[in-house]
């Protein structure tokens, strides 16, 4: 196939707009999927993405398209999510391509991350072709709609109208890719040149490459390298994806495939690198930035002897998500474990939910938290740097700090008019600073405000959608380091420190949360045979405190009558045997413990 008549895009759009559907009707179209085979959001094939209705991988298809004037052409499709939290997975689909769909729900219009979307295929140079969906809603304003994306795009290009469902403009939208995305640049003459922008693990196959050509070509049994690690191998299959693996001779530059090389090793495979043949000289790609996480959180099997089986399976599923980093970790109450880093509190329940099904483990999951930088009072340290921490076991003692700062974010809000009133409440109570407020439309407006990262990793997105009856959109980028009052609070058990239940807050909040998480706690412990404290502790002073009551056999029930002094003996040797438990015994912590912290804020 001529570069010419090879265009790769994307759809992009705010969650729930309708990517995965319109992806539906176009592999319709062109007969890439058979109406026999077609079930609804038909790239999204994780169960957990069937279950949410949410796409959390890309996926990759490729269509075979005869124009109106009887041209044939091969469209590279590469479908991403919507949430904020899998924005990462949007930039490494985009530099793959040369044009996006921006997709815009015509009933809802322009929403936050289609703002964000929209910013980053400017930045990447993309040709942007808006899509006006859900034109056959009845309250759906498509003028409107359009107005509001002239209005982000600064450029007032006519948006396609279509409806996904039905499949109406569907046509007119392949009609636009192949007249307005250009062709890929790259040529079949020059060396091997390749971008790996994802992956995946297979039991038998090994490493299975993702992979974008911008030039040269690839085929079975040809030697290639990788740039980063220099390393050589032999491929043994190429091909593409419709979106199934289908073998081909070779690929060839602009085409968008997969190769098999056999790599058994999955920390060779970086995502961003750049694949070239053996011997051969070429400029690499400048590779994908590194990823941020901004939430950590603490994973540890519930059965000790899974810590092996834990690491291999967080090992294979980083390979297709290298969004979310991991390291080792070791808890006094929980073991041998990893703590991960995450995009966001979605990322994190994804993740966990993957480890648990697709490798049958059993996890425990703590407190998630965010970075903080601490300067200790150490007159060791003559550079007075703050140092990094993920981990609030490892915040320095009492009395020993000098400074700690939050990362704060730059929010982007957009939402009704008639809500600002709540949504800025909302703000307030959060910490919020205000940068500005811009009205998009007479009856829609983008509320920028700076906030504190921990403050909105656990409910902000579920009090904002309830604040504005789910009519505001909430998207975030990283701003800065601010220095904060902040406090460490631990949580004594039976006299004794549960490190995995340490969380960071602000003073302000210290003591409610801290009466939260003990009567939560209360709830969820189960009795002992002796009297259980649960203490939350700041600075070496108690602030809040819960007692478990001991369980208690009635032992003179026997005693009908008699001596009083017999009765007083067995409660007097009673008193002493739950004296000894109260020094010997152990409380066990269950899951919902370690739940309940992140339910103590609603």
Request: one cysteine or more; aromatic letters at 8%.
């Amino acid at each position: 196939m001529n570069i010419k008549n090879i265009r790769n895009f994307s759809i992009v759009a705010h969650i729930d707009h309708g990517k995965s559907t319109l992806a539906d009707r176009l592999m319709e179209i062109t007969d890439t999927v058979s109406k026999r085979q077609m079930k609804e959001q038909f790239l999204d094939g994780m169960e957990l993405e069937r279950e949410r209705g949410i796409t959390i991988k890309a996926k990759a298809v490729r269509m075979n398209y005869k124009s109106k004037a009887g041209e044939e052409y091969i469209l590279n499709l590469i479908d991403t999510p919507g949430h904020v939290d899998f924005s990462y997975e949007v930039s490494r689909a985009l530099a793959a391509c040369e044009g996006v769909l921006l997709l815009v729900d015509g009933a809802q219009g322009v929403e936050a991350q289609t703002l964000a979307h929209a910013h980053l295929s400017h930045k990447l140079n993309l040709k942007i072709i808006p899509v006006i969906n859900k034109i056959d809603l009845p309250h759906a304003d498509a003028d409107a709609t359009e107005e509001q994306i002239w209005e982000i795009l600064k450029d007032p290009s006519l948006a396609t109208r279509v409806s996904a469902k039905s499949g109406s403009g569907a046509h007119e939208i392949l009609e636009r890719i192949v007249e307005e995305i250009p062709h890929p640049k790259g040529s079949v003459d020059k060396p091997l040149k390749a971008l790996i922008f994802d992956s995946y693990y297979d039991s038998y196959r090994g490493v299975i490459i993702f992979v974008r050509l911008i030039d040269g070509k690839v085929k079975a049994k040809m030697n290639v390298s990788l740039f980063s690690s220099k390393a050589v191998y032999k491929v043994e299959e190429v091909g593409y994806l419709t979106p199934k693996l289908i073998k081909a001779a070779g690929l060839e530059a602009g085409e968008v495939g997969y190769i098999v090389t056999g790599i058994k090793d999955i920390h060779e495979i970086k995502m961003g690198d750049t694949v070239f043949e053996k011997g051969k000289t070429i400029v690499p790609f400048e590779g994908y930035e590194d990823i941020q996480p901004v939430v950590f959180a603490g994973f540890f099997p519930i059965n000790s002897s899974d810590y092996t089986l834990l690491k291999t399976a967080i090992e294979k599923l980083n390979l297709t998500d290298s969004a979310f980093s991991y390291q080792g970790e070791t808890s006094r109450a929980l073991g041998f474990g990893f703590r991960l880093g995450f995009m966001g509190l979605l990322h994190m329940d994804i993740v966990r939910e993957r480890l648990e099904r697709e490798f049958n483990l059993s996890l425990i999951a703590t407190n998630p938290n965010v970075v903080y930088r601490v300067k200790a009072k150490d007159t060791r340290r003559k550079d007075g740097k703050h140092v990094e921490i993920s981990n609030p076991a490892e915040f320095p003692e009492y009395g020993n700090i000098d400074d700690i700062q939050e990362p704060y974010v730059k929010a982007s809000i957009l939402s009704p008019l008639t809500y600002m009133e709540g949504i800025l409440n909302l703000l307030k109570e959060k910490r919020g600073e205000h940068i500005q407020i811009d009205y998009i439309s007479s009856t829609k407006v983008i509320i920028e405000y700076l906030l504190p990262l921990g403050e909105i990793i656990i409910d902000f997105y579920d009090k904002l959608k309830s604040v504005s009856r789910g009519y505001a959109s909430f998207d975030y980028e990283f701003h800065s380091y601010k220095s904060s009052d902040m406090s460490r609070i631990e949580i004594l058990l039976h006299g004794e420190v549960v490190d995995a239940l340490s969380f960071i807050v602000h003073k302000s909040k210290a003591q409610t949360n801290s009466r939260a998480i003990c009567e939560k706690l209360k709830e969820v412990i189960n009795r002992q045979m002796f009297e259980v404290a649960i203490q939350a502790r700041v600075g070496g002073k108690i602030i809040a405190r819960e007692t478990i009551a001991a369980m208690r056999k009635d032992v003179i029930a026997k005693c009908y009558g008699g001596d009083i002094t017999r009765k007083r003996k067995l409660l007097q040797k009673q008193k002493e045997g739950k004296k000894k438990m109260k020094v010997l015994g152990n409380v066990e912590i269950p899951q919902e413990a370690f739940l309940s912290l992140l339910k103590i804020n609603q």
